[in-house]
């Protein structure tokens, strides 16, 4: 029994050992915190289980005529839930975002009715199989704009309001680190990282600094309305 025992204790020491922690903070031109940041690591080694680090069956509101969330993480294979929360019609717009959307032959499109008091949101689902970014836009409602960052790597998270994508067990040795933003229109290159059993720390730094997205009204008045000014960015 001592020996099993032992045993566990020596596989888990183990384990921690050959994982490490790993912070990565994006800075935007100015050094100041970027939120909604995609970080993806990609470890040189395939070792262990990877993380379950996304939603399984996310769903994307239409609200205030916005897209919440902004910026919505998922793997390849996954389905995406539009819901409709606003009073009025919208348009959902899914199509290849950057540089691939000159070639791009695939998108979707759905459209959605307004909520009617009483009854439940109009919604529709998308299954977006291949890697790549999805701009979402709506044709009713032009100020309307959301992503969707299909990764090819479970090592994919978003930054929080510090600026900061926290991983935890990534396997040891060389990675490499990539950072996206809907702003950033030229890509970042890929930036080496080694990681090690105690914490790696670092930071990557944008080229932009981001506009700020304008708040949702605490209530429903004159700027909720279908062609108000919400939606944008200030």
Known sequence: MKKTIFLIAASALWTSASAGNVQIQVLDRDGKPVADAVVVVYPGSTAGTAPSLLQASPTIEQEKMRFLPAVTVVQPGTTVRFTNQDRWDHHVRGAAAGLAAASATAG???????????????????KLDSAGVVLLSCHLHGSMRGHVFVTDSPWTIKTDTDGIARFT???DGTAQVRVWHAEQLVDLPRKSLTVVPSPVLDTVQLSVVPRVRRAPPASPGNNNAPGGPMGGYS
Do not use: C
């Open 169 to 171: 067990a990534v396997p």
């Open 108 to 126: 979707f499109e759905l459209r959605l009715a307004g909520k009617a008091d009483g009854k439940p949101a109009s919604s529709s689902e998308v």
